[in-house]
């Protein structure tokens, strides 16, 4: 029942740089809601990693970046590390379904 | 330190009501600044949000479980519950409590709790 899709998975060798995007609609990201993002380590619940787009809660390495751009929005990792190996989702909130938050399909990044 | 807690029980049968309680502790859940809710997350799968409540009581559930979900808070014990009524096997999942502001992010976010339906 996700209504932001993102790609399955990605990969990419230690200190590449790596993207997934989150595409949304009008009545959520389009619409001007903020686009904010989470890291999941296997086992653990989900942690902020990105919140209003493109701010980083404290401690957060600066590897970690985020954008927006119409219905889209894009979660950036530079310098991969293994430690980033993890399930991310972005998360927004939808107009039309009665003040809903939702969240990505999920994407798990992979380190080669 | 916010810390959020999931208690309840793990094995819930089909058709009967799940029940959870989120214990807060850090701070005061009558903050006028957030809200308290529950988000779920079947093995294998994608988060998804359940509900959320204001500490005046005030409710936002999801669409696609309809009627299904009530929430309550109790103030005096800084705690906030969910209720998830006739249960069938695709309700089993992780079930976490978690702070958010309006229409924005999960700041924190319990350890989660694993229920299970069947009989």
């Known amino acids: 029942q996700s209504v932001l899709t993102q790609p399955p998975s990605v990969s990419g060798a230690p200190g590449q740089r790596v993207t997934i995007s989150c595409t949304g609609s009008s009545s959520n990201i389009g619409a001007g809601y903020d686009v904010h993002w989470y890291q999941q380590l296997p086992g653990t619940a989900p942690k902020l990693l990105i919140y209003?787009?493109?701010n980083r809660p404290s401690g957060v390495p600066d590897r970690f970046s985020g954008s927006k751009s119409g219905t889209s929005a894009s979660l950036a990792i530079t310098g991969l590390q293994a430690e980033d190996e993890a399930d991310y989702y972005c998360?927004?909130?939808?107009?039309?379904?009665?003040?809903?938050?939702?969240f990505g399909t999920g994407t798990k990044v992979t380190v080669l | 330190q916010l810390q959020l807690q999931e208690s309840g029980p793990g094995l819930v049968k089909p058709s009967e009501t799940l029940s959870l309680t989120c214990s807060v502790s850090?701070?005061?859940?009558?903050?006028?600044?957030?809200?308290w809710g529950w988000i779920r997350q079947p093995p294998g799968k994608g988060l998804e949000w359940i509900a959320n409540?204001?500490?005046?009581?005030?409710?936002y559930n999801n669409p696609s479980l309809k009627s299904r979900v009530t929430m309550s808070v109790d103030t005096s014990k800084n705690q906030f519950s969910l209720k998830l009524s006739s249960v069938t096997a695709a309700d089993t999942a992780v079930y976490y409590c978690?702070?958010?502001?309006?229409?924005?992010?999960?700041?924190?976010w319990g350890q989660g709790t694993l229920v299970t339906v069947s009989s």
């Open positions: 850090g701070d005061s859940i009558s903050s006028s600044s957030y809200y």
């Open positions: 409540i204001y500490y005046s009581g005030t409710t």
């Open positions: 998360q927004s909130y939808d107009s039309s379904l009665s003040g809903s938050y939702v």
């Open positions: 978690a702070r958010s502001g309006y229409a924005s992010s999960v700041d924190y």
């Open positions: 209003h787009n493109n």
